[in-house]
């Protein structure tokens, strides 16, 4: 036997094994990151807040000191975005970047990775030594070959800031940014030959189909309608996914009202409600005696849906010896009832729908692989309410009509807070919890007007929120901004608020000097006196005459 030498091979091994483990941790993360980024890349589709997005997201992965979006040409191009290391937007005297390295990236189409600008002498540009940039990294984005802009991060305080393993991952970052972008261009060319919006194509696709069902205006819905808009004269299988509670009902109803079979049945089960043997049954009919308490024949909903549509809610419920039945309709059109064995054949449409992963169901064998690809011919994702806040107010003032006649409570205004923490809020239940969110406070409320006061623990806890009390010791809740965006909206906000608080005390200060009389008060302040009521009308005041 050779004696193990100390320190020897098995050291070496050991060594190499731990290198070889750590490059593949780095790797896994970095296929990490580019998916997690691909991912809210893709979902954005409004130019500005896209680049926004995209910088961002750069900058807290690189730790760059500043980060710039560029676009245009060589000679003529236009920071379109800037940050610094915070993460705030530099004022336009802040917006300097090396010209002779965008010029460089945009002229050649290939990337520029400077490690220490100072040390490099001559082949450092002026403006660079001037800058006093040390550390550079820009990189093109290409669309269609061609480069479109640029991203350019930078570090001025620390050579060597960049390695070479950061300029690969931004190098394919810039590859689905530039993917991205050019979904957004498209989009936005898309809007304005439609009226110039997101909201001008939802009004055009409710005006040419019905989706008189379906609330909201966001990008993100009018893709779904335009989806379901385009799906819907055909005879495709078509599967809806999305969380629970997020309305995949109504997009199947969208789809069937807006097809060829609206005329014929519609009719939906959900799969996972009932157990194996009474949904084979719901779902194909039985004969009499086919099983104990069969002391009839029963007519399936398949069957009962001849020529129309039936819609399967929560597939991935459906058990493995029921999935082949279906994929039977969906192959050959035919089926048989519980206790036959004669094929029936049947005319329907059908739209699934599902908040589970089936890919991953599949991988996992509870999923049928080949019924999975039946269903998928088209598929639509319904987002999550969190995903798609510019519809969040459309949906109060729905709720709140709905729910006022019932309640007996009318619902004359609403909190600005109340609206902003709603539209902060996750939504673990989508618009179902929405709903008992807005009957909740309509309930508890003592007048008519809703305020954040009225929203329940979790909706005020889960964004950060804290108290105030105005000089009448009244409290207000006030949510605590977490970014540079949210910060300048409640500035606004603010600034609003105290300028009405302030034209309020006027107003009443006139009226109480004037004896309630409104001509004498706008005589006195030297304000016309249409322009003095309406302000009496928009602020609720009630004169007193004396």
Known sequence: MIPRQPGGTQSGGQDQLRKEMNRLRNEKREVEIKFEISKLLYAELDY?????????????ILRAERGFIVTGEPDDFQVKVARNIEGDELSEDGRTVSRTVVHK???????????????????SSRSIVDLGLRSILCV?????????GAIYVENRSMAN??????????????????????????????????????????????RDYDFSMIIGKSRKMVEVMDMAARVAPTDATVLITGDSGTGKELIARAIYLNSTRKDKPFLTINCGALPSGLLESELFGHVKGSFTGAYASKIGRFEAASGGTIFLDEIGEMPPELQVKLL????????????????????????????????????????REDLYY???????????????PDDIPLLIEHFIKMHAEKLGKPVESVDPQLMRLLQRYTYPGNIRELEGIIQRAMILSETDHLSATDLPPEVLDSNQVTTVADQAGSCRVIPVARNNEELKEAKEEATARAAAEVEKAFLEAALEESGGVITKAAQKTGMNRSLFQRLVKKHNIQPKKK
């Open 140 to 148: 093109p984005l290409l669309i269609s070959a061609e480069p479109y």
């Open 105 to 123: 990236v945009l002229s050649s189409g290939e990337p520029s990775f400077i490690t220490d600008a100072q040390q490099e002498g001559a082949d």
């Open 328 to 367: 039977r309709v969906l192959q050959f059109g035919e089926f048989e009832k519980v206790g036959s064995y004669r094929l029936q054949r049947v005319d329907v449409r059908i739209i699934a729908a599902t908040n589970k992963d089936l890919r991953a169901m599949v991988d996992r064998g509870a999923f």
């Open 48 to 60: 500005s807040r896209l680049l926004n997005l995209i910088i961002d997201k750069i900058m807290d």
């Open 161 to 206: 800031c960049f390695m070479e393993k950061d300029l690969a991952l931004l190098q394919d970052l810039a590859e689905l940014s530039a993917s991205s972008i050019r979904n957004a261009l498209n989009f936005l060319e898309l809007s304005r030959s439609s009226g110039g919006s997101a909201t001008s194509l939802g009004e055009d696709l409710r």
């Open 374 to 388: 039946r269903i998928k011919i088209i598929e639509v994702h319904f987002p999550p309410l969190r995903d798609r």
